[in-house]
């Protein structure tokens, strides 16, 4: 069993890209269905389902690919590890390519982008970076 279910949900992601696969399918918790609820807000994928079951439950995610089969998602990276908790004050939210990324943070007001971070001026864990 993988302890750091967020990696093996990056992981599972990037896979599903370098092979040119359309869908991929992650078990599901509060934080993933959060993240996979940002990541279509800011339109690095196309659309996203649950699939409840009796156990787990899955999340359907379809990636976006343009004209060429390039990916939306350009990078992802885990920053927070479970052995290793990464936080940043509302000033110092990390800044991903000029603005051009987005890091994933969860707070005390729930999970959100960098973005959304500076304008409520909270902080919290750093989770990942997506370009």
């Not at 990696?7 to 991929?24: E, L, P, S, W, Y």
């Not at 156990?55 to 089969?69: A, C, R, S, V």
């Amino acid at each position: 069993m993988l302890t750091d279910q967020i990696a093996d949900m990056f992981n599972r992601i990037r896979n599903a890209i370098q092979a040119r696969k359309r869908t991929v399918d992650i078990p599901s918790n509060k934080l993933k269905k959060e993240i996979a609820r940002i990541l279509f807000e800011n339109h690095f994928i196309s659309k996203y389902a649950f699939v409840e079951s009796e156990t787990q439950g899955t999340i359907k995610i379809l990636l976006k690919y343009d004209e060429d089969m390039r990916s939306a998602i350009q990078g992802l990276k885990r920053v927070s590890t479970p052995g290793r908790k990464k936080y940043s004050g509302a000033q110092g939210v990390p800044k991903v390519l000029n603005g051009m990324g987005m890091a994933i943070i969860s707070t005390s007001k729930g999970v959100m982008t960098d973005a959304d971070c500076r304008k409520m001026n909270v902080g919290g864990e750093v989770i990942g970076l997506v370009w």
